[in-house]
């Protein structure tokens, strides 16, 4: 095929209304095939038609996720620069843009609630579930190997559930704030530095992808075990990125892929495990890279989850863990 032709069908993919409309969606972040039929009201099969035309012209990129699918505009490429061209000439005054932003604010915000009675209903028991699923202690000991004998002035720990992390690492930082949008992990979390004398840290409530500018800019932002409740882990690590230092970093502790589709069903788990490539695109999305990785595979069942801790920095910096 040409280049005419080929550009031809990117133009025709992209010249629908429904199209423009997923187009501009998939701008504000990475979307499901079933969130983005709730937002448009129309039939799984259509809209899928619709994602596979954007998908074939280059115009979006699929992930698939066990029985889901994830959709993003595609980062690189001819296609890719037309989308965007053409998501920042919509008129974000148009009735349908109106409406379909509105719907995914309400998609989003189902969702939080969804996690949030999740996690309101298994706070007490948190950390014995969470020890049930991944090696703990190893993922504990790299984390404080990451962060050798540094102590820094902020820490931020984002989802920090029971706290587990301001109290790992309390040696390391001069003040610590962990937030979570669970009233009663919070309580727990309070309750633990309390008890265990930890007063340099404190928690808050609050929405941890859209984060307080109060908070201040923090030297190291702690992501334990929190981007799978997220559809969109990108525009998470974007909101985290805000309120890093110049120079600060990100560690980030999440499960590998795999296909445990339970998790998703039974413990409001969105994405089944983020890959090497994904952490590296989203990490190029926000002027950072991935200068260490490090797994864990569960040494007790060979189809258990293998867990990842990822250490981020800016673009510039060559050191590594």
């Not at 952490?279 to 867990?307: C, H, S, Y």
Request: include cysteine.
């Amino acid at each position: 095929m040409s280049e005419l032709d080929s550009l031809v069908g990117v133009l025709k993919a992209a010249g629908e209304v429904t199209r423009l409309r997923l187009l501009a969606l998939l701008a504000e972040g990475e979307l499901s095939v079933k969130d983005l039929t709730e937002i448009l009201g129309q039939s799984q099969p259509r809209v899928s038609r619709h994602l596979k035309l954007l998908a074939d012209a280059g115009l979006v990129a699929r992930n698939a996720e066990g029985a889901w699918a994830y959709y993003a505009l595609a980062d690189e490429g001819a296609a890719a620069e037309l989308a965007r061209w053409l998501v920042a000439h919509f008129d974000e005054a148009d009735p349908d843009r109106v409406r379909d932003r509105a719907r995914l604010d309400w998609v989003r915000q189902a969702q939080q609630e969804q996690a949030a009675s999740y996690f309101a209903k298994i706070a007490d028991s948190w950390d014995a579930q969470r020890n049930l699923h991944v090696p703990e202690s190893a993922v504990e000991s790299a984390i404080l190997l990451a962060l050798g004998s540094r102590r820094v002035d902020l820490l931020v720990d984002l989802g920090t559930g029971t706290g587990r992390m301001l109290e790992l690492l309390a040696g390391h930082y001069r003040r610590g704030i962990g937030v979570d949008s669970s009233r009663e992990m919070i309580a727990i979390a309070r309750a633990k530095l309390v008890a265990a004398g930890i007063n340099h840290a404190q928690v808050r409530l609050g929405d941890i992808a859209n984060l307080d500018p109060a908070i201040g800019q923090a030297d190291i932002i702690i992501i334990h075990q929190v981007l799978h409740y997220f559809d969109d882990p990108g525009r998470m690590l974007a909101s985290a990125r805000s309120a890093l230092k110049p120079g600060g970093e990100l560690l980030i502790v999440d499960f590998a892929p795999h296909e445990l589709e339970f998790l998703r069903t039974h413990h409001a788990h969105r994405r089944l495990g983020l890959s090497e490539a994904q952490m590296a695109g989203w990490a190029r999305g926000i002027g950072m890279k991935v200068d260490a990785l490090k797994t864990f595979p569960n040494q007790t069942d060979e189809e258990g989850l293998t867990v990842c801790l990822w250490r981020l920095t800016v673009e510039h910096q060559t050191e590594t863990a």
